[in-house]
């Protein structure tokens, strides 16, 4: 017993659980998106169903190490590059979350689906949205497990972070998520760092690697500019920007 709690052992624990909350952090902007579209009833109840669902899957990846040493190895090879399964993964979530945050940027400010008279509450299915977060939890699970193996020994310093990580984000989501909603240019702002995100996916699908860290602190200096302009938006009484919606009628052209 006193071999497991060495301080090797206990440095490696708090190490990846903050590694993987930092990396749970693209999870929790991807759910506050997707979750936004459903009624609000079941807002709540699909942003925590999906990080239950993604601890579930980084489990299972990392209980069956040997799946994952199947999909580093290399498939076929293109152009002299050798393509693994990991890639094919990469790519193919990187590919869905750059068309994704795209369309909804799009949506947002120029939102053709205003004139329909539709709202954007309630317009998505919960099994449809559901799906949606499986495809993207095991983009992020596969790239959450490789991270854990490499950082630590012990599978069960890498299944107690992981578990520790899910709880902070479980407490956490929701409030993100409704701070995300409230404010439209912290919409845009979120749907950039998605589309960020799957350029780097893309890019280490491809073979190019591309470290994590120079995204998310660029997008931190974005979020904390940000919310040092609502700030001072609120001390003037400014009226904040109004993005198209569906179902919320263009803001009138300006003078």
Not at 179 to 185: G, Q, T
Not at 201 to 226: C, P, Q, R, T, W
């Amino acid at each position: 017993m006193t071999e497991l709690f060495t301080v090797e052992n206990l440095i490696s624990l708090v190490s990846l659980a903050v590694m993987e909350i930092v990396l749970g952090i693209d999870n929790i902007v991807f759910l506050a998106i997707l979750s936004q579209r459903l009624p609000s009833a079941q807002q709540k109840k699909a942003r925590r169903l999906g990080l239950v669902l993604a601890l579930v899957m980084r489990l299972l990846l990392l209980l069956t190490l040997s799946t994952i040493m199947r999909l580093v190895a290399p498939l076929f090879t293109v152009l002299g590059r050798p393509i693994s399964g990991r890639d094919l993964v990469l790519l193919g979530g990187g590919l869905f979350l750059i068309g994704k945050a795209a369309h909804e940027i799009y949506g947002k400010l120029e939102g053709p689906e205003a004139e329909a008279g539709t709202t954007t509450q309630g317009t998505a299915s919960f099994g449809g949205t559901l799906l949606q977060i499986v495809l993207l939890d095991i983009v992020f699970s596969l790239d959450s497990v490789i991270t854990a193996v490499g950082m630590a020994q012990q599978i069960w310093v890498m299944v107690v972070a992981m578990v520790m990580a899910v709880g902070v984000m479980l407490i956490a989501a929701d409030g993100i998520s409704n701070f995300i909603n409230r404010h439209p240019s912290m919409k845009v702002l979120a749907l950039s760092f998605l589309l960020l995100i799957g350029v780097v996916l893309v890019a280490d699908g491809l073979g190019k690697h591309i470290e994590k860290g120079y995204i998310y602190f660029s997008m931190a200096f974005a979020f904390l500019v940000d919310l040092v302009n609502i700030r001072a938006s609120k001390k003037a009484k400014a009226k904040p920007v109004v993005l198209h919606e569906p179902g919320r009628p263009a803001a009138p052209p300006g003078p």
